[in-house]
């Protein structure tokens, strides 16, 4: 079946800090990858996302890049914020508008000052 | 991409009654897919709505105790029956209105079960 997963959190990092979260997905096919956020208190919000091997998909300091040879989407960003605190999903699709998303377990991200 | 408004956005409910959710979405969509959000957790799918036809449930979720309802392209509902404190989670509906991975959620109904 299709599936996600991500790396288990909490993280907790300092301000500033380089940040990595990994995932990684098996599909039955080529499909769309997604970073979704969710800020504490509000609702789901899409990060960034990439519908084929290569793209990178980008938003506020995050990036992504969708890796078929290692089947992953990594995201990263290289110094975040406190208010990047928050639970970041990952996600993937396989048939846009008729499938819905298949979400990976969430990571937690604390940033302290 | 689309705007969904869903309904209510909080409920405290008795154990044993139902609560009925509703979304409507500001563009015709084939598919309506609906979510629950267990604390602490991800999203895990219950059910797809497809207008004309009973809705598909996933493992796990059966139609009497999620019956959902589709009577038109840009409305749909969900009710929880005979809730138990274990149905306390977030309850979220989402469309892809436009065909190219726009998935678009709406701002979900948090259940307390008491």
């Known amino acids: 079946g299709n599936s996600v997963t991500q790396m288990e959190g909490p993280v907790t990092l300092s301000e500033e800090a380089f940040l990595t979260i990994n995932c990684t997905y098996t599909a039955t096919g080529y499909p769309s990858l997604f970073w979704y956020v969710q800020y504490p208190g509000e609702g789901l919000q899409l990060l960034l996302k990439a519908t084929k091997a290569d793209d990178k998909g980008s938003n506020k300091g995050f990036e992504a890049t969708y890796r078929k040879e290692t089947t992953s989407f990594h995201l990263e960003k290289g110094s975040v914020q406190v208010s990047d605190s928050a639970v970041y999903f990952c996600a993937l699709s396989l048939n846009s508008g008729n499938t819905p998303l298949v979400f990976g377990k969430g990571t937690r991200l604390s940033v302290i000052a | 991409s689309a705007v969904i408004s869903q309904k209510p956005s909080r409920d405290i409910c008795q154990r044993g009654t139902s609560l009925t959710i509703q979304c409507q979405v500001d563009s015709q969509v084939t598919m309506m897919f609906w979510y629950r959000q267990q604390p602490g957790q991800s999203l895990t799918l219950i059910a797809t709505a497809n207008q004309g036809s009973e809705a598909t449930y996933e493992s796990g979720f059966v139609i009497d105790k999620f019956p959902i309802s589709r009577p038109n392209l840009t409305f749909s509902t969900l009710t929880v029956s005979n809730m138990s404190p274990e149905d306390s989670s977030i309850y979220l509906c989402?469309?892809?209105?436009?065909?190219?991975?726009?998935?678009?959620f709406g701002s979900g109904t948090r259940l307390t079960v008491v």
């Open positions: 989402s469309v892809d209105v436009t065909g190219r991975y726009g998935y678009t």
